[in-house]
């Protein structure tokens, strides 16, 4: 059975039948290609607007990246142009999905990463090669675009020149989007129907065609050589059930020591806020192992006092600031006990 997907309001035709909602997290760093998480798009296209037919074997591997090649390769869809897709075997419900990417470059190119379901809910991040400056938000629900559903954000980068951290935040009350560990543009479910179907994660490449490339992407024409997308690793974390789960069942300075390595690694932190913040947990490291407790706690008290730093602000997300602070003062507690 051939199952019709829409990415955009375009069909998409997959030969995967069905997956199954899982509620795991995974985090891939493409040393290879993993065929128990992604499936490789191959031998279809999209409608139209896509000037592309997908290949499997454009989806490349190698120096821990993994690459979406376009180029003027021959396909089995009348298209002019030979691109990547992936997408996980599984779908996944409401937490994070971020992924480091170098996008590619030209005008009528689009790199993505994206959520979609069966039928048709879609959260998108995607970058347009004609201006690799700006980031495309949108959402659709059912296959029609949400309320106040898109909007172009101004990165103060060139997103094609090096790799950069871009992420969604999916619950049943809003949608955020994060760059380098910045939140970018919130979409509240107040009066407005947000996407809610386990849905797959996505990446592809692809030129604009037909009505899109008049309107939207631009009109491609092939540079002479392959060009690519790259992708340093993608990851996804569920939702948590209840904030108490951000605690664990004993807090300690192992766990925040592992949650601001993860923050710092996907630029939730960064800046002068990381060396302030590494300089903290050790000096209240050193102090505990040598029994002085009080020493230690004020060494917690300066890590949250660096967080709430207004002048360091743009060096934090909002929720790495939530869920530090929420650890640091659970390990005040367990300390004055």
Do not use: C
């Not at 191959?42 to 290949?55: M, Q």
């Not at 050589?225 to 939702?239: G, L, M, N, Q, W």
């Not at 929420?326 to 004055?336: F, G, K, M, P, S």
């Amino acid at each position: 059975m051939v199952v019709t997907f829409y990415i955009g309001g375009i069909p998409l035709y997959s030969s995967i039948t069905s997956a199954e909602e899982t509620s795991i997290g995974f985090e891939d760093h493409f040393d290879s290609f993993d065929p128990t998480l992604w499936f490789r798009s191959d031998g279809w296209a999209n409608g139209a607007d896509f000037g592309v037919g997908w290949v499997r074997d454009h989806v490349e591997f190698a120096e821990g990246k993994m690459m979406l090649r376009l180029d003027d390769a021959p396909n089995n869809n009348n298209k002019p142009y030979t691109s990547g897709e992936f997408y996980t075997l599984e779908k996944y419900s409401y937490g994070r999905i971020e992924g480091r990417i170098k996008v590619a470059k030209g005008v009528g190119l689009v790199t993505s990463l994206f959520t979609y379901s069966q039928n048709g809910d879609e959260i998108d991040i995607e970058i347009l090669g004609k201006d690799t400056t700006k980031l495309e938000t949108n959402f659709f629900v059912g296959g029609i675009r949400g309320i106040n559903a898109h909007a172009i954000i101004d990165l103060g980068f060139d997103a094609s020149e090096d790799y950069h951290n871009y992420a969604i935040e999916w619950s049943a009350n809003n949608i955020k989007w994060f760059v380098d560990g910045e939140l970018v543009r919130t979409v509240n479910g107040d009066g407005i129907k947000l996407p809610s179907e386990p849905s797959h994660i996505m990446a592809n490449l692809w030129s604009g065609a037909g009505a899109a490339a008049r309107t939207w992407t631009g009109e491609f024409v092939y540079p002479g050589s392959p060009v690519r997308a790259y992708y340093d690793y993608i990851k996804f974390t569920p939702e948590r059930e209840d904030d108490s789960t951000t605690l664990p069942s004993t807090p300690s300075l192992t766990y925040l020591k592992e949650l601001l390595d993860n923050y710092m690694a996907t630029g939730e932190v960064n800046g002068p806020l990381t060396k302030q913040l590494i300089n903290s947990i050790k000096q209240a490291e050193h102090q505990y192992e040598k029994g002085h407790k009080d020493q230690a706690i004020k060494s917690m008290e300066d890590f949250i006092k660096h967080i709430n730093n207004q002048g360091l602000q743009k060096h934090i997300s909002s929720n790495a600031k939530l869920v530090l602070i929420e650890n640091a003062e659970a390990l005040i507690q367990l300390w004055l006990n």
